[in-house]
């Protein structure tokens, strides 16, 4: 019995927690058992305590982030005042996905309002991914362009609607 034969007879069970968590995030819908499972062996799940920072804003990313439970709170520095709350996160969102595709400094803060278990999925991995598993790194690739698109989308549509809104 070869590898592959192997990794399908143990996942001919029930699946894990982890692949569940990743079943259930855009970014991995869509692959079957056998490609999940591979995910879940390259991420690192971590519990952050309640006000411990995950990253700071101007911190070198290291990748993608999910929220298994807890809440996450992200924040922005604005100049002369405190940190402004961009939004909350709760389970099954996930965030820092530009992470995977360049180390540009992060754009905000992450900090657990509670106690909070993640998911981290890191750059490092992923270009080894990507070159182990072209098929598999491809397919996890286009659905994050997917899911870019919609946001850059998304904020030209509230920029525009902004924009117009303050003329005149």
Known sequence: MNIIEIIKTKMAGE?????????ATPIFSGLTDLELKKIEIITH?????RDETVFHENEPG????????????????????SDVTITT???????????LLDEAPRSANAIA?????????????????????????SKVLLKLAVILAERLRTTTTSSIKGASGNAG
Do not use: H, Q
Not at 89 to 99: P, Q, R, S, V
Not at 114 to 120: E, M, N, S
């Open 15 to 23: 699946k894990t927690e982890v692949m569940k968590t990743l079943e």
């Open 45 to 49: 799940e971590r519990v952050y305590a």
């Open 62 to 81: 290291a990748g993608l982030y999910i929220v298994c439970s807890g809440e996450i709170r992200l924040t922005k520095m604005k100049t002369g005042c």
């Open 89 to 99: 996160l709760k389970n099954g969102e996930f965030f820092g996905e530009l992470a």
């Open 113 to 137: 309002v509670t106690r909070t278990k993640i998911l981290g999925f890191y750059r490092p991995d992923f270009m080894s991914l990507l070159e182990r598993e072209p098929k598999l790194g």
